[in-house]
């Protein structure tokens, strides 16, 4: 429409000039499209990764050796918090020294990566679906 309205206008110039700006256009939006398109296929492998990343998990945790490292981790964690919770601040029945040093930072750590690391992974799912 916009080159048979130029010919009438203001012939070949017009033309001309209506012709570069679709051409400046169709450019615009060809690298629009080629953007977009690396963008779903970055998205694609990231994706890919995560389900790769959750199939090693899932291999790893089906077995009983290797699924029981973390509790091993947490279980005297555990059991130091309970003892100084309940026995000597609930029961007032005793004084726990505090932990320091290295075992204090691993301490940290593993709370950090327990706790932390099944919210990561319950998120994980829920963009999995």
């Known amino acids: ?12 110039v017009v033309s001309g000039l ?3 700006y679709k051409a400046k256009l169709d450019a615009a939006n060809m690298q629009d499209r080629i953007a977009a ?26 077995r ?11 279980f005297p964690i555990i059991i130091y918090f309970w003892k100084v919770i309940v ?20 301490t940290g750590m593993i709370i950090t990566a327990y706790v932390g690391g099944r919210s990561i992974e319950k998120v994980a799912r829920i963009l999995r679906r």
Not at 40 to 47: G, L, N, R, S
Not at 64 to 74: D, K, M, N, V
Request: proline share 3%; no cysteine.
């Open 1 to 12: 429409m916009w080159t048979w309205l130029a010919s009438l206008i203001g012939g070949s």
């Open 18 to 20: 209506i012709n570069a």
């Open 37 to 62: 398109d690396l963008a779903a296929k970055e998205i694609e492998a990231e994706i890919d990764a995560k389900r790769q990343a959750s199939a090693i998990i899932i291999a790893e945790q089906g």
């Open 64 to 74: 009983w050796y290797t699924a029981i490292i973390r509790p091993l981790l947490a």
């Open 87 to 106: 026995w000597d601040k609930v029961l007032g029945l005793g004084a726990t020294d505090p932990i320091n040093g290295m075992i204090a930072d691993w």
